[in-house]
């Protein structure tokens, strides 16, 4: 079991290091992630290499014991590299070149970023590998910067012909008769800048996935240099969040561990939201193929939750013990912190450390010392679900979209929320993509999957077929992989027809028959094919339908439903 968290001693005089590795024993840390963003001292110049601090570093934490997750630093390209690149720097959708100041400024496209990449990865691994205190390769950081730049605009053109062979299949993959958008060769294509009015959906839905490809790439460049070096396990941290232009369903696949960092945004709620993220890492971690569907958090503040007020809360007594719980009850393999010792200045100088400023007789250390104890005597926990929830990247990607027929859904949320239903009582849930595994499971429920690509209907017919539960709702399978309307592309599955899609204004309630509840945000017209209507409005739409199909049966909610009102009628067989 891991234990342990970021440990950034470049930040701090060398006659602090000997003081936090015994503290460290003291709380049974037993992995520290070092080098983050430590670029400009393993590199100072251009061609200059400074390993010797890193070389003490690991000799001190090798011989008390503590494994190193050892990261490339590519995150944080030094001034030096910013000063001599400056194309290498991210251009916004407006057209502003970002340049040097904080942290993720660079382009995944940018041929002179890839190369030094390369170069710093192929440094560490040569020097690295056959280091025995290193665990875990740690490459770069969070990935998701975008960038629209030239040298974008290049590599998304050629991922299109990838993807697509010629231009006339782009045109038709994008709809672009409409608006006048017909593409006559590839030069004319460009990446969705800041322009007029609404965008081209198909066109912002295929460069967030040519994003995430092009920094998948980005991370297999680097991947493969560490493979060649040595045999530790590689790895990235998945950073969660509706902004992140990364498809980590894909990405599961590359990944040694699937790791994620969790930080929850609501003090109130912190441990529902973390119940959450465990069971989509694990749900990513499946549809993968990785054992049991177990991962690793890689990060988590010590103690302490940043509300999305603004305020960063220390947890009360016991906080941080029921937030490590939550993640090993769902399969990690451990749970790691960010930070370890609180950084003096900088932007992060009042993040939660294990190690605060006010140093190790503090609660917080107290705390997290008395939880490394437990976790060392605790196994990975096997957790095998009964339930399997769909939270899909693209449909969430593809819900942000300003040209939708309402903004009263979120996507996000909904699915959060029925986790909560589904999780209440203690239940495993997996939460996995759509290209997940589905036989194993008795109840399947996909909220509000408006992009369906013709896999995802194959699998979930597939799933209802050989004798599973599916529970569906409205808003699903409105449009293909390339947001073109599929009408009626559901019908069959669910045994009714959608004659019409009405949005609910905000605020705005449908009355339910013979129940004291209300429908929002949301209602189809449907017309039953073969559905038996389980539940009505007031004025006789259907409200709920069941509809057997093969072997299995589907459950249809026409409108946005209080799901824990409705439970036994959603979800029980
Ligand atoms: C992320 C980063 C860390 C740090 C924390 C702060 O997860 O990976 O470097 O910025 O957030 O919460």
Redesign the pocket.
Known sequence: MLFGG?YNPEQWPEGVWAADIELMRRANVNLVTVG??AWSRMQPAPDEFDFDWLDRVLTLLGAAGIGVCLATPT?SPPPWFTRAHPDAMPVTREGVRLTHGS?DTYCVNAPAYRTASVRIASELAARYAGHGAVRLWHVH??YGTACYCDHCAAEFRNWLAARYGDVETLNDAWSADFWSQRYRCWPEVLPPRATQYLANPAHELDYRRFVSDAMLRHYLDQRAVLRRAGPAPVTT?F?LGGWVPVDHARWAREVDVVAI?D?PSSVADHLAERAFAADRARGWALAAGHPDGRWLL??H?PGAV?DRSGVVRPLPAGGARDAALTYLDRGALGVLY??WRASRGGA?QW?PAIVPHEGDRTPVFDEISVLGAEVARRVPATVSARIALIHDEQSMWAWQSPHLPTREIDYEAMVRRWHGTLAAGGAMVDVVPVTAPLRRYDLVAAPALYLMPAAAHTALREYVSGGGTLVLTFACGLVDDCSRATPGALDDLIGARVLRHVPLLPGETEALAGVDAVGRRWLDHLEPAGATVLLRTADGRPAVTEHHFGAGVVRYAATDLDERRFTRMLFER
């Open positions: 970021d983050v963003f995150a942290r950081n969070e941290n950073v960092d930080y890689m990060e503040a940043r960010f930070q992060e993040h």
